[in-house]
């Protein structure tokens, strides 16, 4: 149907060295068996704690990083097979924008340049085409004319974000990442960027995956939320779905810590759950569900079988055993 990208099985294994022959001693099971699509014009939020796995997601299903097992299928063609040569015509299609608007921005280029550059990497544009949409995009992400000549430093850490936003969107791609854009801004910031990233897919037809450690901002920009947890999804529904009636106990304990505004004669009462203890260490996850050690709900057959990711109602699906067990 309408799918532009889609996952199937995805892994990304790092390998732990170890010893005097630094030999493999192990492995960092970043991303374990991951399955989704996201359609075009849609946006997928991905939450999780910082070690789930969420960003190396991002960059494997960019090709940025090459999966361990999985297929990645963009339009059509399954990425996970080609050379990095081969890869490259599909570059532009795929851009991702990325947290630290100040380390990705080369200090000794002015603004105008900046933005030109994907241009003149990634495209066969003149001069004087590359020019026009510069200016065209600058005006876009809110820039005035006077602001060509300017650098990085002249400004804050929003308007870098805007730039960093523009050098992505420039090449005209049709899926963006965005990881954590704006974890590094203050507050009063981030809804502007998450507005005008809202305004530019609308108007440019972009599909977004949106990568956030925390539920409350991927919630106004997002069609359906994915909650991950030490390399698997274990929730994924439409987003009202997901915020109304979360199944998960990780997913209830993550909107536990948001705080709500009270309205009136809502028949869902909430349960609050506090989530206790740190996140397991990748290379060496609990058996069974890995939430297991943190979750309140867990009985003896968490420690043993994996709960797999199950589909509910409709779109949603989650793995946990108090949804799936016989009992
Ligand atoms: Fe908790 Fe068990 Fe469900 Fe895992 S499978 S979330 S431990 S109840
Ligand atoms: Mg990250």
Excluded: W
């Excluded at 960059?59 to 940025?64: D, I, K």
């Excluded at 960027?193 to 305004?199: E, F």
């Excluded at 440019?204 to 994915?226: E, N, Q, W």
């Amino acid at each position: 149907d309408n799918v532009l990208i889609d996952v199937k099985d995805v892994k990304k294994y790092f390998p732990i060295k170890g010893g005097i022959l630094k030999r493999t001693i192990g492995h960092v099971k970043a991303v374990d068996g991951i399955t989704l699509h996201i359609s075009k014009g849609e946006t997928l939020g991905i939450v999780g704690e910082s070690g789930s796995g969420k960003s190396t997601l991002g960059r494997v299903m960019l090709r940025l990083l090459n999966p361990t097992e999985g297929k990645i299928i963009f339009n059509g063609t399954d990425l996970s097979k080609l050379r990095q040569r081969e890869i490259r015509p599909h570059r532009r299609h795929m851009q991702m924008v990325f947290q630290d608007p100040f380390g990705s921005l080369n200090s000794k280029m002015s603004i105008s340049e900046l933005i030109e550059e994907p241009l003149r990497v990634q495209t066969k544009l003149s001069h004087a085409e590359r020019k026009k949409k510069v200016l065209s995009m600058m005006e876009k992400v809110g820039f005035q004319k006077e602001d060509l000549q300017k650098y990085p430093h002249e400004f804050s850490g929003g308007q870098r974000q805007r730039i960093s936003i523009a050098r992505a969107l420039i090449v005209e791609p049709e899926f963006v990442i965005c990881d954590e854009p704006v974890s590094a801004l203050d507050v009063s910031i981030q809804a502007q960027i998450l507005n005008l990233m809202k305004d530019l897919q609308d108007e440019l037809g972009l599909t977004y995956l949106f990568i956030a450690h925390d539920l409350s901002v991927v919630k106004h920009i997002s069609d359906r939320v994915a909650v991950m947890y030490l390399g698997r999804i274990v929730e994924i529904a439409d987003k009202k779905d997901l915020y109304e009636q979360p199944l998960h106990p990780y997913t209830k304990a993550l909107l536990s810590s948001i705080p709500t505004v009270k309205t009136n004669g809502n028949p869902t009462k909430k349960q609050k759950i506090k989530l206790s203890g740190d996140l397991p260490s990748p290379s060496n996850p609990p058996s069974g569900c890995a939430f297991r050690t943190r979750c309140p709900f867990a009985y003896s057959k968490c420690s043993t079988e994996r709960p797999e990711l199950t589909r509910m109602q409709g779109n949603h699906q989650v793995a946990c055993h108090l949804y799936t067990s016989e009992e």
